[in-house]
């Protein structure tokens, strides 16, 4: 987990009378915690009759004894080191934004399921958790070619890695038998139209995506092109999308403080 959540999470774990709804609220803000609570509640150790999608019913059909043991145990990606911890504090903020931008984009196209699209938003960057507890030279190597030569992150990945954040953070959640479509969702984030099963969630959380990238959140203000082919596909424009970055600026500060809060009794 990163840092700050761990603290977060560690005051909860070991507060007696911390209901599961506040611990799910922290999870919420971690993409690797998120990630493992969902793993465990998609595991045939429970055999619910659905996949889970949402971290809250995970938190709760896991409950509050699992999920003090299984927090407190380091698991891969979720507690290990990470090396550069304001790296990852900065990968997990932008995952935040995301999550909330898909919810923003959910509701503008009219998509029922925002516990699945702020799941698959929380997660679409798991891969670099996954790099990042790696090799310290190859992660070192990435951020070299991408300042050299100025390409992009998943094209550095592909050079060192042969594969990149996206496909490596499917590979994962896909072992880890989350739902097909999250999984999906994570590793076309970059590239949506190539889903044959589940382009509305993958094009929603690449627009969540772009819009979290412009709005700078977590990152460098960044413009990423917006593809003609989603954008008619959804019927939004492009002034739609500027407006759904000015929403995601104004609930942003709430959004936080809400996460800063949770851990405040």
């Not at 998509?111 to 992660?139: C, M, T």
């Not at 992150?153 to 959640?173: F, K, N, P, W």
Request: aromatic fraction near 6%; proline fraction near 5%; include cysteine.
């Amino acid at each position: 987990m990163t840092s700050r959540i761990t603290k977060r999470l560690t005051e909860l774990l070991n507060d007696s009378t911390a209901s599961v709804e506040e611990v799910a609220t922290v999870i919420s803000g971690d993409p690797p915690a998120a990630a493992q609570v969902l793993r465990a509640a998609n595991s045939p150790y429970y055999g619910f009759h659905r996949t889970i999608s949402s971290v809250r019913d995970a938190s709760c059909l896991i409950g509050m004894t699992t999920l003090r043991t299984m927090l407190r145990i380091p698991q891969t990606p979720s507690a290990v080191s990470f090396g550069d911890s304001d790296r990852m504090e900065r990968v997990a903020t932008h995952s935040r934004a995301v999550a909330h931008a898909a919810k923003i984009v959910a509701r503008r196209v009219y998509f029922p399921n925002r516990d699945k699209v702020y799941a698959a938003g929380l997660l679409h960057d798991i891969g670099k958790f996954v790099i990042a507890s790696g090799s310290a030279r190859e992660q070192s190597e990435i951020d070299r070619l991408i300042r050299s030569y100025r390409i992009p992150a998943t094209q550095a990945e592909m050079l060192v890695l042969g594969s990149d954040h996206a496909a490596i953070g499917a590979s994962v959640l896909n072992q880890w038998d989350l739902p097909s479509s999250i999984v999906e969702a994570v590793r076309l984030h970059h590239h949506p139209t190539r889903s044959e099963n589940a382009l509305d969630l993958c094009g929603i959380v690449s627009l969540a995506n772009i819009i979290a990238h412009r709005a700078g959140l977590g990152v460098a203000p960044e413009v990423y092109e917006l593809d003609p082919v989603l954008l008619d596909y959804f019927g939004l424009s492009r002034a739609s999308i500027e407006t759904m970055e000015h929403q995601l600026e104004d609930l942003w500060p709430d959004s936080e403080a809400q996460l800063e809060m949770s851990s405040v009794r």
